[in-house]
């Protein structure tokens, strides 16, 4: 049996994957960050109890738990470095999990994980080299290199949403400025419309589906609004479209993938970005006798989380 | 025996590289580019005939034959996509001198190369994942992941020179704007020093030590002066760093590599360049609880073209 466990803020969610990519079975359970971290661990313990006895199996069945968190984990050792969402710092969930079953226990990137999930089982399934980003509050990556998911030296690799592409206005949360994340999140195109709303461009479909509450805007009103041909709404896209562009880009030339798939919120806005990005990506090829990897939507969504932490022991 | 061939504009270079990674005999020959390629192919062969039988070996001694190209290249076939300096598009390189030796033959780019020699005998030895960068004429890159040479799946990969980081005053002779390359090799600081010249800041040291023509200005010219004081030395020197500590952010937060290397005719600057690039990058650090990989000056010069050659079939 594997195990996936998906770490959120907002929920725990546990399932049982078999060699395929698919979930068996699931179960969740709310977060609720808050409390101490002993207390986040001891469900995670009963989650996978519980999944383990609804397949009628026992512990013994388990071959290896892997576990994605929103954060920055060693991946052998499962220290937690990191773990923003749930204030985390060097939390040793790797061992504690490791010591109660005595399997082999994996942690890794959220992203990361989707990325893996993705190549086992969705939109870069048999590839050897894939990059996935997902475009949503923030931009997280995820790199598959030879099949298996890399995260660098010290699990602090893959962080391309904090890849610095170019000056912004204001500075991302980590602290810099003219992080990837602060053009191509969705948080990024709703605080660039509020700030030309805020200059005077008050003449946009995107006020009028928000209801004249800037609070309102989302990246789905933007694009919806985009779609209708608004002024506005369509230098909001082009922008965010002109960053990504230039961070594929740079993934190309960095590391040439087989393909780049890209999920979270901004992209079920779907073709609606593909097709700009995959013309602004072709404008900005470095070298015209390759065909670089092209650029998908993935295929996992939600599901993603649990399938590619199950594999983490598959693909060291 | 292990062959390495370092074929560049200027020099075509050939050797035989011990299981250490030490040249034990080389040979060079005027590359005089604007030959037909058969003819600069056929120098290698005599060449590579020439060191094996300096050696008093035979062809059977042969292992492989690895050849560094300022260009890029399909690793196993040996097709060579593209070669600028040598006006190459589409040259079956690699089909042709395994046609002659009946042995196996790896084509790779030269500053991939130089980070394999790097790994297998030079500045970073032994570690797993490794990162070359290489500030001259233009600016090279080079990445080691799990101790092989990275190019990606299209052979593409790791032009790092040409990650875009911000914009320019000019643009990249790739065509785009914002290349790494066109703020931190010689080049760019050179026109960046002459912009600043033109626009009227002729009281500098720059000037002095160049004779009061713009021509002469090299990157050793501008860190002598800034050593010296000098103001506009100073700010060539500072915008350089300032965007080499990020493009170094970038691979950390990309790669995570164990460490970073630096070489070409920039990094002759030595602690002048290293220290505050050290302060810069630090400053840059995304994760606070991780100790990224430190950032050194590479080892080998010259030989890592031959050296690194020699291994291309051994990191496989």
């Keep these: 049996m594997l195990i996936g466990v998906d770490l959120g803020g907002t929920n725990i969610k546990v399932g049982i994957v078999n060699q395929e990519g698919q979930i068996l079975y699931q179960n969740s359970r709310t977060t609720n960050p808050s409390r101490p971290y002993p207390l986040i661990i001891q469900d995670i313990i009963e989650q996978i109890e519980g999944c383990v006895s609804q397949l009628n199996g026992t512990v013994e069945d388990i071959k290896s738990i892997g576990i994605g968190i929103p954060g920055i984990a060693e991946l052998q050792t499962g220290n937690v470095i990191y773990c923003t969402n749930l204030s985390w710092y060097d939390v040793p969930m790797g061992e504690m999990i490791r010591t109660h079953f005595n399997k082999p226990v994996y942690i890794e990137n959220d992203a990361t994980v989707a990325a893996l999930a993705e190549s086992v089982s969705g939109s870069t399934k048999g590839l050897a080299n894939s990059v996935f980003l997902t475009l949503g509050t923030g931009v997280g990556g995820g790199i598959i290199i030879n099949h298996k998911a890399y995260s660098g030296s010290h699990g602090a690799g893959s962080e391309i949403g904090h890849m610095i592409v170019g000056e912004n206005f204001y500075e991302c ?67 965010m479209i002109k960053y990504l562009s230039i961070g594929i880009a740079n993934i190309h030339n960095m590391l040439d993938p087989d393909r780049i798939t890209i999920g ?32 998908t939507l993935a295929q996992l969504g939600n599901d993603a989380g649990i399938i590619g932490a199950a594999f983490l022991g598959e693909s060291l």
Tied chains: 1, 2.
């Design 264 to 295: 979270g919120g901004v992209s079920k806005a779907g073709d609606a970005l593909l097709e700009p990005l995959r013309e602004a990506v072709a404008k900005l090829a470095f070298c015209k006798g390759v065909i670089y990897g092209d650029i």
């Design 173 to 239: 949360n980590c602290g810099r400025n003219g992080c990837l994340e602060t053009f191509t999140s969705a948080t990024a195109m709703i605080r660039y419309a509020q700030k030309r709303i805020r200059e005077g461009v008050v003449d946009t479909e995107i006020l009028n589906i928000a209801e004249g509450n800037i609070e309102n805007i989302t990246a789905k009103v933007i694009f919806d609004s985009a779609q209708k041909g608004d002024q506005l709404a369509t230098e909001v896209v082009e922008r």
